[in-house]
């Protein structure tokens, strides 16, 4: 359950210059300036799961670039974005269990959600970049090896609606035959809160062979909830083969339910595959 890798090598410097990325499970957007945590790590790509996103004008406006955001996930990233899409994950309902609320169950149904994302990362990574965000439901009855692989069946199904920039420069729903969902269908990063400890078998269902960004680049605690006395790594990072975490860290942030994660990807110094 508790990981330290404390004495592990720096990672050797590649090449390319990496593609940071920032991805905090803040539950909530706040005040103004709530974003600003998140924002100090000069990121390419920052996705806050902020539950109804009330207040996201300012980590848009601040961060430049692309932004969107549906079902409590927002994006803001200096790569364009292409296309996006969201989705349910589609996990049968358990007892609802959850420490949180009074009486321990929550209420109402609670199937997980999912963003795809596909972004120009040509400028850092000389390639288009796929992107699964994922985040699982928290209910601590579920059997995660079942609640896994249905989630990572919905994942791999591609998103249920598909967004594209038309000529005025908004979001619109896509027809499969403007973007396909078959475009989304091979991730090179999977990232987001999974509800499950890092290591855990289960969560191979959904990250197949991709490697995890701590166990190549992390070094120290990486426990990620609960934000003030963090004891599981729930938030973690899946990089595909042909890229390489070139860094991994938790931030303590001055609110949220969790410590973000901040990581930077670059492609791995043997892969000779196109995309």
């Given at each position: 359950l508790i990981e330290w890798h404390a004495l592990r090598p720096v990672p050797s410097n590649l090449a390319a210059p990496a593609f940071r990325v920032v991805y905090w499970n803040r539950s909530t957007s706040g005040e103004v300036g709530w974003e600003y945590p998140a924002l100090a790590?000069?990121?390419?790509?920052?996705?806050?799961?902020?539950?109804?996103?009330?207040?996201?004008?300012?980590l848009a406006r601040r961060m430049?670039?692309?932004?969107?955001?549906?079902?409590?996930?927002?994006?803001?990233?200096?790569?364009?974005?292409?296309?996006?899409?969201?989705?349910?994950?589609?996990?049968?309902q358990g007892l609802g269990l959850d420490?949180?609320?009074?009486?321990?169950?929550r209420k109402g149904r609670d199937p997980g959600r999912a963003m795809w994302l596909l972004l120009d990362a040509h400028a850092k990574l000389g390639r288009d970049l796929?992107?699964?965000l994922v985040d699982m439901p928290s209910d601590l009855s579920l059997w995660r090896d079942r609640a896994m692989a249905q989630a990572a069946q919905a994942l791999r199904a591609g998103p249920e609606r598909v967004y594209v920039s038309d000529e005025l420069g908004r979001w619109v729903e896509a027809p499969e035959w403007k973007i396909p969902r078959s475009a989304?269908?091979?991730?090179?990063?999977?990232?987001?809160?999974?509800n499950t400890p890092h290591g855990s078998h289960s969560?191979?269902?959904?990250?197949?062979?991709?490697?995890?960004?701590?166990?190549?680049?992390?070094?120290?605690?990486?426990a990620t909830f609960p934000a003030r006395w963090p004891l599981w790594m729930l938030d973690q990072a899946y990089v595909a083969p042909e890229?390489?975490?070139?860094?991994?860290?938790?931030?303590?942030?001055?609110?949220?339910?969790?410590?973000?994660?901040?990581f930077g990807v670059a492609p791995a110094p043997t892969s000779t595959k196109t995309h």
């Open positions: 790590h000069e990121p390419d790509l920052v996705v806050v799961r902020a539950g109804t996103c009330t207040k996201p004008e300012g430049g670039g692309s932004f969107c955001w549906d079902l409590g996930f927002q994006v803001a990233t200096r790569a364009p974005i292409r296309a996006w899409g969201v989705g349910a994950l589609r996990v049968e420490p949180r609320e009074p009486d321990l169950v796929v992107v699964w989304f269908s091979r991730p090179d990063l999977i990232v987001g809160d999974f969560i191979r269902h959904a990250v197949g062979d991709f490697a995890s960004a701590f166990d190549q680049a992390g070094r120290g605690y990486g890229l390489h975490a070139t860094h991994f860290e938790v931030s303590a942030a001055l609110d949220g339910t969790h410590r973000m994660i901040e």
